[in-house]
């Protein structure tokens, strides 16, 4: 079909994709251009806020112009919104819910083909398709997985009106079995006790990591109030306590006491809250799991929505033996719906064109030498060539330095990956505190995760490796209760550690670098956290260097090229 381009931008995590016959030529978060982090807020007067700079810079990799494209999909279908009024909740007046802040949306909704013919300066209206939000998420797991037939599982906070999309893929045809509808949302109960416990509606991964520290028995029935699983493969939440809509946490409050404000003391029982919604999300999870293989009848499943970035979720049901096989794509909040409406474009019409299959999740911008020695002068860097930059770095590791490591494209997904990664020594327990203090300036509670040789993993961790999806950080494995001393700046208080697979095949320099780690410390993995200090990660040449001088990262290896902190700027 030529040049086919996906676009989210709906609420947040905006994202563009162009494929060319049915293979990704790029695939960016808007985020990593604008600097701003989810690009935007999501707000009922925004959602034609689009994500004009990644959608240029796909159009600038592909060589062409709007004109060159045949088919735009955007992942959201407005009329299937229209239910959201009138339930009788509580809501914000011109808000989401409410009859005025609807129709808001719906206007600026409306408005998105005549932006897009505008920038394109010829009418593109007929090329334009409104897709559903879930079958976008479904479509960008398993129309780029392995499987040629496999159950899916699509879960995050609302769409249009569904919070679920349960369904069955055969070779390109997906077909739906079941939907949640709001407001029954595992989404959106993250990310209400997210703000009771003091923390963003974005922050699940924070209250993922705390969870870990608490007894899921001390609130289990406080959550279970809020939470529970029915027959036929379904949950309901309390609705009603939480008003979702409201910001009211009145009655929150009275089942779980009071709220935490930010800034506030983490104490145990917010643990132990964080602790019992991380065991009802398990139950919940492999509820629906469990129906849709009876259903099916399918060994394989494929995850997407912003509830399967829960990499403790995500173990459990690999090691549930529902399914032989597990595939989440690595982008799989928001901004991959962008993938999954090019997708799903691209086999509404039978072609003849195969199958892509996602190996990696590096479709994001490159930069070349020149590029990236300007970047460096322009701040006034002094620098040397390296001849073995992935060596240089493993001995540097080593040797305790932290290392902003720089390569290659940029990563797909919330995750870094190994291209705009910050690497430290996981042998040495002080280096959480030290990261901590020099450069990420976040909670002392939240883990560290470590990129493993592919070949090692199952060595260190137990079951790793299993799916693909664990080279994109999306499982976390216990580790092995010989190995976890050797590397305790990784290991989670409960034992696990949120592992990267690295294989030689999709990430070579950066796997070479952990081959001559492990050659010099017997230890086949680094501590691997996002270059980045509260701010999305890294993307260009300038954003490395910008973010290196504002903190006290000791060495920057971008391609070719290092800086030594230690050497003096």
């Avoid at 999909?73 to 914000?92: A, D, H, Q, T």
Wanted: proline share 5%.
């Amino acid at each position: 079909m030529g040049y086919i381009l996906g676009i989210n931008s709906v609420y947040h995590e905006s994202a563009a994709c162009l494929l060319k016959d049915g293979l990704p030529v790029a695939f960016v978060e808007e985020e990593r251009l604008s600097r701003r982090k989810h690009a935007k807020e999501a707000r009922v007067d925004n959602p034609d806020e689009l994500p004009w700079l990644a959608i240029d810079y796909c159009l600038h990799e592909a060589g062409i112009t709007f004109a060159e494209v045949t088919a735009i999909g955007y992942s959201f279908n407005p009329p299937k919104r229209l239910r959201n009024r009138g339930l009788g909740e509580p809501v914000i007046s011109g808000d989401w819910g409410s009859e005025a802040g609807e129709d808001l949306f719906q206007q600026r909704l409306s408005l998105i083909p005549a932006a897009i013919s505008q920038r394109a300066g010829f009418d593109m209206r007929d090329r334009f398709h409104w897709l559903d939000h879930h079958l976008c998420h479904a479509a960008s797991a398993y129309l780029a997985s392995p499987f040629s037939e496999a159950a899916i599982l699509a879960i995050d906070g609302i769409g249009e009106f569904a919070t679920a999309w349960l369904g069955h893929g055969e070779q390109t045809r997906m077909t739906s079995i079941s939907e949640i509808e709001y407001p029954h949302s595992l989404g959106f109960l993250w990310e209400k006790l997210s703000v009771y416990l003091g923390f963003s509606p974005y922050d699940a991964s924070k209250v993922m990591g705390l969870a870990a520290y608490g007894d899921p028995q001390v609130f289990a029935a406080g959550i279970d109030t809020l939470i529970r699983c029915v027959d036929g493969g379904r949950f309901e939440v309390a609705s009603e306590i939480l008003r979702f809509r409201s910001g009211d946490f009145q009655l929150l409050e009275e089942l779980l006491g009071p709220r935490r404000k930010s800034g506030e003391p983490l104490e145990a029982h917010h643990a132990h809250i964080a602790s019992a919604l991380q065991t009802a999300t398990d139950r919940v999870v492999l509820h629906l799991a469990a129906h849709l293989r009876a259903q099916t009848g399918s060994r394989h499943l494929c995850l997407a929505g912003g509830v399967a970035l829960n990499c403790i979720t995500n173990r459990l049901l690999q090691d549930s033996g529902l399914f032989d096989s597990l595939y989440i794509q690595p982008a799989t909040h928001d901004a991959g719906t962008a993938l999954g409406a090019a997708l799903l474009l691209e086999h509404q019409i039978p072609h003849g064109a195969g199958r892509y299959v996602q190996e990696h999740a590096y479709l994001g911008p490159a930069y070349n030498e020149r590029e990236i020695t300007e970047a460096l002068e322009r701040h006034g860097l002094s620098y040397r060539r390296t001849r073995d930059p992935a060596g240089e770095a493993a001995s540097l590791i080593a040797s305790g330095a932290i290392v902003a490591w720089f390569q290659g494209r940029l990563e797909a997904g919330p995750r870094a990956l190994g291209n705009r990664s910050l690497l430290a020594d996981p042998r040495r327990r002080e280096m959480r505190q030290t990261l901590n203090e020099k450069v990420k300036h976040r909670e002392d509670f939240r883990p560290f995760a470590p990129a493993v040789l592919a070949e090692k993993a199952e060595d260190w961790f137990l079951g790793a490796g299993q799916s693909q999806s664990s080279d994109y950080m999306l499982f976390a494995y216990a580790a092995r209760p010989e190995r976890a001393a050797q590397i305790p700046a990784v290991v989670h208080a409960d034992g696990t550690c949120r592992v990267q697979t690295v294989r030689a095949k999709t990430n070579p320099l950066f796997h070479r670098l952990l081959v001559e780690f492990n050659r010099l410390t017997g230890v086949p993995l680094v501590l691997n956290t996002s270059f980045n200090d509260s701010e999305p990660i890294v993307c260009s040449p300038d954003d490395a260097v910008r973010t290196f001088i504002s903190t006290r990262i000791d060495i920057l290896i971008i391609g070719d090229f290092i800086v030594d902190r230690r050497a003096g700027l």
